[in-house]
């Protein structure tokens, strides 16, 4: 079983950056679409990005299309999303998942989080003047 670690989160500014990583250990990622969601206070759990294997397809929400990226770095089965031009509104606990699938297509919806079956522990974003 993989066990998934993400970090990078904080506290930052409207319009501010971050840069969040999500490290696997016990198995590799090489083979798995992985994806990122959040869960903001009293909400649910919403998938925002999704990256297929060996930097295939990438896949991203409405909300954070064109301010967030998704990347991965297979050789230090890592997965990364930057963050740019971040607002109040992106505020939220993020995890990082993975599934069964090396592609993000091959879910029947990408952004649904019962298609995943392995969890890091978030790491908490807050943008706030």
């Known amino acids: 079983q993989v066990q998934l670690v993400e970090s990078g989160g904080g506290l930052v500014q409207p319009g501010g950056s971050l840069r969040l990583s999500c490290v696997a250990s016990?198995?590799?990622?090489?083979?798995?679409?992985i994806g990122w969601f959040r869960q903001a206070p009293g909400k649910e759990r919403v998938g925002i990005s999704c990256?297929?294997?060996?930097?295939?397809?990438?896949y991203y929400a409405d909300s954070v299309k064109g301010r967030f990226t998704i990347s991965r770095d297979n050789a230090k089965n890592t997965v990364y999303l930057q963050m740019n031009s971040l607002k109040p509104e992106d505020t939220a606990n993020y995890f990082c998942?993975?599934?069964?699938?090396?592609?993000?297509?091959?879910?029947?919806?990408?952004?649904?989080?019962?298609?995943?079956?392995?969890w890091g522990q978030g790491t908490q974003v807050t943008v706030s003047p």
């Open positions: 998942a993975t599934g069964a699938y090396s592609r993000c297509s091959w879910f029947k919806e990408w952004a649904r989080q019962d298609e995943y079956d392995d």
């Open positions: 016990g198995r590799t990622l090489d083979y798995h679409a």
């Open positions: 990256i297929s294997s060996s930097n295939g397809p990438t």
